[in-house]
């Protein structure tokens, strides 16, 4: 195991913690160009694969036939924070494919939007699976069922058609086989995915650089990754990382966050795919992580770092709101000498 | 830097994660006896320190003056829940002393008891400095300002006398100069102390074994200790690591937690202290850690390993309730071979 150090956390002058990390920067054609710690890491995807999950909605036809925008296909793919925005376009959602709400299989959990969850308790209500993060992603997946007149109560089992036809198309678009595909369970009680991190890499560069999709592919991956960068809200919530980032990024980068330190990132520009995962698992250290590695290869600008300063070196504050410290990147990316295909 | 595993985080039979730390396993001789990772590593103690920071309230005769129980002593080591049980008793001992309330300057935060914080809200009232996990430490602070005829107001900038008779403390138990303790701003506003890692342990050995620090001290320590042992409830809460593990040792082990993944421990029937210090920062590796260090040094046995086995092997639950995985520790301490006193 290849231990890197990536991110500092800095209290005073010091340093009170620090974050080891594996980063893969890989083209469309499946050449590993920089790296740091072990690109070859098994890496759950968690939800940063959530726009390739996103495929089959399209693919299915089911989208086009209950009518979703891009919005809709946006939260889709999302990780939100459970704010009016995202849960009400879970319900329309629902309402035109005739799904109750109850149907949302994903569990619940404290939202990340603090005044949703004061609210609620202040009503007297009960946390929901409406207000799951990944509530977009499983209606995503209901409606695929519904569309295709396949069982709506274990949409989300791993042997259901839906889940079988989003491990296929994970396969097909990271170039890994699908039996080398390991599976766990997700925090929504759905598969969760793991891989070569520089496969990871490998499809979001594809996603990114669709020209080896083939046609119809092409086309509905065109309009996931437009919808994210159209409308960063839906994919995370006001002060997220995913959300300010793709609203900085003028619709070239697309960007999609994964729980246990995971952060995956297309490049329209470039055809680059960039797979982040942190080693502990902490979501802090991977935003300073995904930015500095987006500066060293010349992605993002100054301008676009300053705008973004506060998840670039995030400050510390105490129970006190006082400023206590900051994380701060500490890596240099490794140009890897012979690109290579990595299978 | 040494990066050392020694946390490994299970998502079905795949490591997701894992975590880098450190150990330090030093006797009242101040011998390095165990170690694992850097034992020398500059480590901010944070809240795991309070067992000593609660000496000059006995000290000065602040405690004495007001009337403080064991379970009120217990309280002002502890980093509490926000229960009941613990904001009575702030209040209390604030009542004694004729202190208001709102001297407390800790700040606030969503206390580790959820149901407390639902009440709060579903009462339509505010987080207050009280419910703040420090609301102890800062008490007795506080009445030793009182006591001591000191300004109430800034007890808790770092040249208050408060603050000074707490660094000087501080500096004597672990015997490390104190100019070489560097200081920083902790979560609840107060100073923090970085000391090496081994010196943390040595400073717990001492209050383990407390011989060498004078009959007064002695007398002292023992009195914060046996008072955390018999009333584990005030040190954290219910469910809480310290509490749970003070619990089950049978007034043989002080243990007390520190934010960014720090513990202290003390064994009275060895005198040996441990300090543990996970490199990135997340608690949740932190208390299996503590526990595996206990378990190879034959400290505690497979029956209380088997008490405390949800804190030993936690089981990772998604937001259906379902066990998708869990923490295992995965280090072997090293035996120093030649212990030295290491100052």
Redesign the interface.
Known sequence: ?V?T?VVD?Y??G?V?????GHVAVVNSKGELLYSIGDPNR?T?ARSAIKPIQTIPVLETGAADSFGLTNPDISLLCASHSGEAQHTDRVLAILKRAGIEEGAL?????IPHAQDTY?AL??A?KDLT?LY?N?SGKHTGMLITAKYMNEKLEDYYKPLHPVQQRILKTLSEVTDYPIEQI????????VP?H?LPLERLAYGFARMADYSTLGEKRAKVVDRITTAMMAHPEMVGGTGRFCTDFMGSCDGRLFGKAGA??VYLIGDRQTGLGIAIK?????GR?VYPAALETLKQLGIIDEQQINRLMHHYRPVLK?????N??ELVPSFTLQKCESATVNK
Do not use: F
């Open positions: 195991m231990l150090k956390v209290r005073g010091r009170e913690s620090s974050h080891c098994i759950y299989q994903c569990g619940t959990h004061k308790l202040a007297g699976p799951n990944c390991e599976i766990g369970t997700d925090g929504c009680g969760v793991a246990e330190g942190i080693e502990d698992g902490n250290a105490n129970a006190r709101q006082e206590i410290g």
